[in-house]
């Protein structure tokens, strides 16, 4: 109990000093770092000097000890993105894994149907169970549901201690995941698919944003996106609908609520909204837990809203 309540005090400290929320530690590395670097490495550069009492290194591995439970993984301003890692099941499914466009794709739904959606994953690929469990249930509607691997068998790998999360983000830029979906679209297209939606969730929410500059889709959904730009809203051309998270680190909601001011002033020409969801954080959508009735009810209700805009605007 006495640790515990150290542990505490000393968390309540650390929060003070970084306002809450801007704990920027790279927890999978950290130690390995130290081991390279010597006893006097900063192994926390994010965090006040003070606070790690550098005179004394072990108090650095102490307090990173203390608080590895506790910090927030951010890199390059995603901060939440490779929070609460989901556990990969490539065997889950109502569907069926086949090839498309060249892309490992889950598909589900009925081939009959000329109408078409396509997930686009977060950075955990397409094996996650939740997303392919929503994709079951958008293809209950009447879709066809298809989730490619855009990832190209590479999600990210948390439980690599040699996993660079800015390295990864390097390696699967959203430009590139915008040319690939394409691909993907152009494939439905070319199978009798006449109308199609989209939506994307996270890093998939800044392939979507690209995608709707085009004519390719009739709607689309970004949920919880990755960093997207006022001149990428602005080069929106579909009926659009943003699902942002009210504690979110990666794109607050003040912003999303600018972005949407952007999109209001296409109002002649595409219907748009903008809505955040109190008291959930970025990722919300997926990386609930099936025992929490609370998440999986706010998380549903998301699944319902982009449900909705397919089935008001992917049309025959």
């Known amino acids: 109990e006495p640790i515990q309540k150290s542990k505490a005090f000393l968390f309540r400290r650390l929060l003070k000093w ?3 929320r801007k704990f920027q530690v790279e927890i999978v590395t950290s130690v ?4 390279e670097k010597g006893p006097r490495a900063n192994i926390c550069p994010q965090l006040p000097p003070a606070l790690f009492f550098s005179s004394t290194s072990s108090i650095n591995l102490l307090l990173l000890l203390f608080f590895q439970d506790h910090i927030t993984l951010e890199m390059s301003g995603h901060a939440q993105c490779f929070n609460n ?5 490539p065997s889950y499914s109502a569907g069926e894994v086949e090839e498309l466009a060249g892309f490992q794709t889950y598909v589900t739904g009925s081939p ?3 109408l078409a959606i396509l997930l686009i994953h977060d950075a955990f690929g397409y094996e996650a169970p939740n997303l392919r469990k929503l994709a079951d249930k958008v293809a209950s509607s009447g879709f066809f549901v298809v989730v490619p691997d855009l990832l190209y068998g590479d999600p990210a790998d948390l439980g690599n201690p040699q996993f660079d999360p800015q390295a990864w983000l390097a390696t699967h830029p959203s430009d590139k995941g915008c040319e690939d979906a394409k691909k993907v679209i152009a494939e439905l297209r070319s199978r009798g698919f006449s109308a199609i939606g ?3 969730f996270c890093w998939g929410g800044m392939v979507l944003v690209k995608l709707a500059s085009g004519t390719e889709l ?3 959904v970004i949920l919880h996106p990755g960093p997207i730009t006022v001149d990428e809203i602005n080069a929106v051309r579909i009926p659009t609908a943003i699902l942002g998270a009210e504690n979110d680190h990666i794109f607050p909601a003040d912003q999303l609520e600018q972005l949407g ?19 959930v954080s970025h990722g919300w959508t997926m990386k609930y837990k099936e025992d929490d009735d609370s998440a999986v009810k706010v998380a549903e209700e998301a699944h319902l809203d982009m449900l909705n805009w397919f089935l008001k605007y992917v049309r025959k």
């Open 18 to 20: 970084e306002e809450r």
């Open 32 to 35: 390995h770092r130290r081991r």
């Open 85 to 89: 890692p989901p556990i990969l099941n």
């Open 112 to 114: 009959d149907s000329n």
């Open 198 to 200: 989209a939506a994307g």
């Open 218 to 220: 009739l709607a689309g």
């Open 261 to 279: 001011h952007v999109l209001a002033t296409k109002s002649g020409q595409f219907e748009s909204y903008v809505k955040i969801f109190p008291g």
